[in-house]
């Protein structure tokens, strides 16, 4: 390196001062003292020749190990070389000899100005120590200058005395070669890298770790620009000048303090583990006893270490006040050389160690992760504790990471089972079904208790499922309820899930519901709660049963006891009834209570069901950004949509974005994708897509083939997805009336069975259209007035839009535009972007000139309804509104209800949202 530190050039003009002194007959001792690989030597080197140039004599000692040994080794290094002195070895120290070398080192000063130099007093033996500090004493008067250098970094193991501990402070001159700052160590290797990127010199700063010899030496291995970054391991160096430096600062540091030192080197790699992506806690406060009982070190010392390390740069604290090495390749040198044994039983003794002293379970795993099965029980509770904690923060790459460690450790194999289905779930769930089937396998086939081989089939047949190899997933589960006929219960969960899955597999599916309908009918005791629950949903969709009659059922099942293994299809599968008989607000009961139960990683036929039903409630409300909010994206390698995704494209379609909805309706080879219930949601799902992109024919053949996928598997009502009418309204902007009004009349018929709101009005609103004429004008009307009482309101700004629209053509332009804009509101309000474009382009061809944000909406709203609307907003019962307001119960009743008709709600608890939403963004009016 070219440049100097700054605190060099201090160190080097003082010793220039004194030599100076010296020379005028003044001597005095001069003490460099500094951490190792701060540059005491080459201060001193610099010093002595700067010396001779003025002419002075220089004597040079360097200590090592190796001179404690031998009484005056450094006195006769000193002397040796001046050949009257070459006879002066001794054996030992006694006063007399000590006396006669001090009259011959001053009668060779007394030729002329002499400087005495030892580097690493430290290291000298004791009697050369004596011998220097009492020739110290007598220099003051002599043209002489004795220059040492002291070792003076705290260590583990306590320091000997220093040379000058017994003389008088006039007559000795100490510096301290202090840490290279930030400033000092980026100009050094400035000095060097003149144009190199900022955060390359800045991690070399942080490698050199303050220390001259470290960022010397790194430089050295960087030279000529070989490496383009600081690697984090030294065998990126190798052999490498770096990893030897902090070899030898460790070995000069004593034995104690290399053990301290590659302990907290085992613990900063343990808290730095990539796997794991939380931070474990350890902080400055417990470390000390952690590594002193690791190491053997006294916690005090330790402690002390960690402070002066801290000071000097090797350590810096991180953001959870734990002190680790300043760069990773630091750390990475100080355990260069420990075997992986070594390393191995290190963070073993920090994990034990850590939970003796009360550390939490992940600060523990963290170091178990890096170490060999221990064996014992300790081991094992932290690893899981810690997944189980993991999964309560879903954080679900953690847990697997913790669970697959656990795994190697001994255990029972109903505990082994019980970890391979909770990981294999995990793996699935995380997109990594290569490695979540094979544990799943072996899990069911560990010869453990039926409830558990029963939980390791059900997850094992989910996944198999999900995968599209529904008949292996049937066969699965048949196989193993076979054998648990002793156990009613359980076989009764194994034929529900096999009921369910088989959804999946229209063959599969036919063969299931008719032993569930066959076993029903000969003995219900074998089929249970949730199995009559399956043949509820079954006789809704095949269109056998009305939405009352079907909510009577599934409500009577509710009310009876079920087994905690059956109870998620019996809760899940009324939740799927309650949101087609539009009972959306049981429904999202029902989905909750089925939720609160299952891990967010459970391979379970039942949860994907109540998410899906989730997504379906949304869709049925209108809730388009809580669905965006709420879908995952298309998983990498994923070959096959899902209902979820399904939902996303549609309400992609409702918000406008329709780029984005034709990116993901064809994300997917629709061809290759596994026949499952999802694909027909999807199939429905693209084709609206299409319709909205103005590909009509596209839309149709995608409606017709998800209704031929559907009554291949028997379900012909419209309570799933209403293929009928999506594929009417293709066909009449394809110009074929005939096949629309068959399509609408035959989804009337079917949705009169269902018999909801929201099925009936939405039949009625396209077979209107496909009608036309006063006949269709009555049919829209009825439709509307349907679906008022229906939760769905999107479809009732479809069916408002469709009456305009006939109104309109009938020559009815006022009551056209009143109707137009009230869907035009109610549309902006749900943030459906598509239905309020249509609704605003019907008003501007009716000759609007502006929405109808002044008819309806909070904008329509009198002083009147304004006030006492608020006041119920706010929680005031309708008796205290009259009071504060003076007036009748029945007016304030009379003017709520207009103002929900105004608003487009049917409840109080609306009132707040919808005035707070109306308040902020009003519709933009059509000019």
């Known amino acids: 390196m070219t440049a100097t530190p700054p605190g060099h050039r201090e160190a080097v003009a003082l010793l220039a001062a004194e030599a100076a002194r010296a020379r005028a007959g003044s001597g005095r001792l001069v003490l460099l003292r500094g951490a190792t690989g701060t540059g005491r030597t080459t201060v001193l080197e610099a010093g002595t020749e700067e010396a001779q140039r003025h002419g002075m004599r220089v004597l040079r000692a360097r200590c090592s190990p190796a001179d404690t040994t031998m009484s005056m080794a450094v006195v006769q290094q000193l002397l040796n070389p001046v050949p009257e002195f070459s006879d002066l070895a001794a054996d030992s120290y006694d006063r007399a000899h000590a006396a006669r070398m001090w009259r011959l080192l001053r009668s060779y000063a007394d030729q002329g100005p002499l400087l005495v130099a030892v580097d690493d007093v430290h290291l000298a033996d004791a009697d050369s120590r004596r011998w220097l500090a009492e020739a110290a004493l007598r220099i003051d008067r002599l043209p002489l200058l004795m220059a040492m250098t002291e070792r003076s970094q705290y260590d583990v193991d306590p320091p000997g005395a220093s040379v000058t501990h017994a003389l008088p402070p006039s007559l000795v001159r100490t510096h301290t070669l202090g840490p290279l700052t930030p400033e000092s160590a980026t100009a050094l290797v400035r000095a060097e890298h003149p144009v190199a990127h900022a955060a390359w010199v800045e991690d070399c700063v942080r490698a050199g770790a303050g220390n001259p010899l470290l960022l010397r030496a790194l430089l050295d291995d960087l030279g000529g620009g070989r490496l383009a970054a600081v690697p984090e391991t030294c065998a990126a160096l190798y052999p490498g000048a770096y990893p030897a430096a902090v070899s030898w600062w460790l070995d000069n540091a004593g034995p104690m303090t290399g053990e301290v030192a590659r302990a907290l080197a085992a613990l900063d790699e343990g808290w730095s583990d990539q796997q794991l992506a939380v931070e474990s806690s350890c902080t400055t406060t417990g470390l000390p006893g952690l590594i002193g009982a690791m190491t053997g070190a006294d916690p005090a010392r330790v402690s002390g270490w960690i402070t002066a390390m801290t000071r000097l740069g090797v350590l810096r ?40 002293h009360g550390a939490s379970p992940e600060a523990a795993a963290r170091q178990l992760l890096r170490a060999d099965a221990v064996g014992e029980e300790w081991a094992l509770a932290a690893l899981t504790e810690s997944a189980e904690q993991a999964l309560r923060d879903s954080r679900l790459d953690d847990a697997a990471v913790l669970l697959r460690r656990a ?16 990981l294999g779930s995990l793996e699935y769930a995380a997109a990594h079904p290569a490695a979540g089937l094979p544990r799943l396998a072996e899990a069911l086939r560990l010869a453990t208790g039926p409830r558990d081989r029963t939980r390791a089939a059900v997850a094992l047949g989910t996944a198999l499922a999900g995968l599209g190899r529904t008949p292996e997933a049937v066969e699965t589960l048949r196989g193993l309820a076979g054998e648990l006929e002793d156990h009613p219960e359980l076989a009764r969960t194994l034929w529900n899930a096999t009921v369910l899955l088989s959804d999946h597999d229209q063959h599969a599916r036919a063969e299931a519901y008719q032993w569930l309908r066959d076993t029903a009918a000969a003995a219900p005791q074998l089929v249970g709660t949730a199995g009559m629950a399956l043949l509820v949903r079954y006789s809704a969709t095949a269109g056998l049963v009305s939405a009352e009659e079907a909510m009577r059922q599934v409500r009577a099942l509710l009310a009876e ?75 990498p390698g994923q070959t096959g949509p899902t209902s979820r995704l399904a939902h996303a494209v549609l309400a992609m379609v409702e918000t406008g974005r329709l780029e984005e909805a034709k990116w993901m309706a064809e994300s997917f080879d629709l061809r290759d994708a596994p026949d499952s219930w999802y694909l027909n949601r999807f199939l429905y799902a693209r084709g609206a897509q299409r319709a909205a992109a103005g590909d009509a024919a596209g839309a149709l053949h995608d409606f017709l083939e998800c209704g031929r996928r559907q009554s291949a598997r028997e379900v012909v009502s419209p309570v799933v997805t209403p293929w009928r009418t999506a594929a009417a309204e293709c066909h009449l902007t394809l110009g074929n009336p005939g096949e629309a009004l068959a399509l609408a009349e035959e989804e009337l018929r079917l949705a009169r069975v269902w018999n909801t709101p929201r099925t009936v009005g939405r039949a009625l609103r396209v077979l209107a259209v496909a009608t036309g004429g006063r006949h269709g004008m009555d049919l829209a009307e009825e439709a509307v007035r349907t679906l008022r009482d229906s939760p769905a309101e999107t479809e009732l700004v479809t069916a408002l839009l469709t009456q305009g629209r006939l109104l309109a053509a009938a020559g009815e332009r006022a009551r056209a535009r009143d109707v137009l804009r ?87 608890a609306e009132l707040r949202p919808v005035l707070e939403s109306d308040g902020e963004a009003e519709p933009s009016g059509v000019g």
């Open 561 to 635: 006891p079920a087994d905690t293994l059956t109870e998620p299809f019996l809760v899940g599968t009324a939740a799927v009834v309650a949101q087609w008989a539009d009972e959306l607000d049981e429904a999202e009961r029902l989905v909750r209570r089925g939720l609160a139960g299952q891990p967010p990683f459970a391979l379970h036929p039942m949860r994907e069901a109540l998410r899906d039903t989730k997504a379906d409630i949304d869709a049925a409300r209108g809730d388009h950004a809580r669905l965006l909010s709420e879908t995952p994206g298309v998983a």
């Open 407 to 422: 795994l190697d450790e001994p255990m029972p194999d109903e505990r082994r089972q019980r970890l391979l289905t909770e």
């Open 317 to 356: 604290t991180d953001a959870s006040s734990r002190p680790r090495y300043a760069h990773p390749l630091l750390r990475d040198a100080v355990l260069t050389g420990v075997p992986v044994t070594r390393r191995q039983a290190a963070h073993r003794a920090a994990a034990e160690a850590m939970v003796r």
């Open 822 to 908: 009230e869907a035009a509101v109610r549309a902006e309000r749900r943030g459906a972007v598509r239905l309020r474009r249509l609704a605003e382009e019907a008003l501007r061809e009716g000759g609007a000139r502006r929405t109808g944000a002044a008819h309806s909406g909070s904008g329509a709203l009198t002083g009147s309804e304004r006030r006492i609307a608020e006041l119920a907003a706010a929680g005031h019962t309708n008796a205290e509104i009259g009071e504060l307001l003076h007036l009748a119960r029945r007016t304030v009743e009379t003017h709520l209800t207009s103002a929900y008709r105004k608003l487009g709600i049917r409840r109080r």
